[in-house]
């Protein structure tokens, strides 16, 4: 068994540990400074829990020693330090961080580690990495890759058409931070929570906007080889205005304590909720012009004998993947590797990768899109 510390105990972190443990091949310690949330999550012979700050380094770098990774699922705040205590400590680190500064940072610390370092493991960035590098390796040029994704309530019941699934903190830091984007063959960066377009899923109708983070590093990989690179997060119609006006007109964007607590104190949370992953890429192939579309729709399910929404499921299992991965030898075990350096049909043979089957992803099947 291999030993691995999982620092984060909120809505992903005990989903990880319930996946690794349950193969019999990870031994796995939940790491966190809450104690009553630790105490919520079962123990066993191949998990168990340890109560202790992030921030006090040396008490780190003691419970990192000797394992063969962490994988953070810690605010993204505390991603540079746990980076660098893994650097110190040897210990291959993985994590689900959206922040692109925090990304730029953890690749400088990995150049001169002799372990791996891969940021940006989950659903996006993440996976969508993946179906994107996987689609754009078709084609003999470029023309365009966009990818969209959303993590949404099956049975939205408020004005935001929202429930909150994922880290607050998170959701709100996508919503503010500048956006990366290739325009006309320009790496640029472009304002959240614009450029909203519509489009209509097996007859369902979405808006889609600008959010930070969710391309990874796709932009430096691809820069000069596509003309327009976008990512865009999925909502219900009418979410993007409400939060402008939040954010903007009220001024919330400088009071983030203000706007986190207005969002968990007025939204519920829940795990009936559906995860989309909408990819497009079009270019030239043969001297035609050509476009491919992946497709999916992932839901909640029974993991470990527990209902478990699809936000959880689908961030869980990726980062999984990636470790299974690593540790079976099948992606590189030293420097800094990107999502899109890892091979869609690697990944959706791993035994984690389930999860992304039972949406029966498809390439374009009902899928329109329009300004």
């Known amino acids: ?21 349950d193969t ?23 998990h168990s829990t340890a109560k202790l700050d992030i921030t006090d ?8 020693s000797g394992k063969f990774a962490v994988l953070s699922a810690a605010p993204f705040q505390l991603t540079v330090a746990i980076a ?62 966009r990818l969209r994704v959303g993590a949404l309530p099956q049975f939205p019941s408020n004005a935001l058409n ?6 607050t903190d998170g959701v709100i830091n996508e919503y503010i931070q500048p956006c990366e984007a290739i325009v006309n063959g320009e790496l640029v960066e472009v304002p959240a929570l614009e450029e909203r377009e519509e489009f209509s899923l097996d007859g369902v109708t979405y808006e889609a906007f600008n959010t930070s983070g969710g391309l990874g590093t796709l932009c430096e990989t691809l820069k000069g080889k596509v003309n327009t690179l976008n990512y865009r997060t999925i909502r219900y119609p009418g979410h993007a205005t409400i939060m402008k006006a939040l954010l903007h007109d ?11 607590d207005i969002l968990e104190q007025a939204l519920p949370t829940t795990v009936q909720d559906v995860v ?25 399910a029974e993991v470990g004998g527990r209902i478990t929404s699809a936000i959880q499921i689908t961030t869980a299992s990726s980062i999984c993947a990636v470790l299974d991965l690593l540790a079976g030898g099948k992606i590189p075990a030293q420097g800094f590797i990107r999502q899109e350096d890892i091979k869609l049909d690697a990944f959706l043979q791993n035994r984690f990768a389930v999860y992304y089957g039972q949406g029966e992803a498809t390439k374009g099947r009902g899928a329109t899109v329009g300004a």
């Open 1 to 21: 068994m291999k030993d691995v510390i999982v620092i984060g105990s909120g809505k992903i972190g005990p989903t990880i540990a319930r996946l690794l443990a």
């Open 24 to 46: 019999g091949d990870y031994h796995v310690t939940v790491v966190d400074r809450s104690a009553q949330q630790l105490a919520e999550i079962e123990s066993g012979p191949a």
């Open 57 to 64: 380094e040396a008490a780190l770098a003691a419970q990192l």
């Open 84 to 145: 660098t205590a893994a650097a110190r400590a040897g210990v291959h680190y993985l994590d689900l961080t959206e922040d692109v500064e925090s990304t730029r940072q953890v690749k400088r610390i990995a150049k001169t580690a002799r372990i791996a370092f891969i940021p940006q493991c989950g659903l996006a960035p993440g996976f969508i990495s993946i179906v994107a590098s996987d689609l754009a390796r078709k084609f003999d040029s470029l023309e365009s890759v």
């Open 162 to 167: 929202y429930n909150l699934t994922w880290s």
């Open 250 to 260: 009220l001024g919330l964007r400088h009071r983030r304590d203000v706007l986190k």
């Open 276 to 300: 989309i992953v909408f990819v497009t890429v079009s270019g030239r192939r043969d001297g035609r012009l050509v476009q491919e579309t992946y497709a999916n729709k992932i839901y909640s």
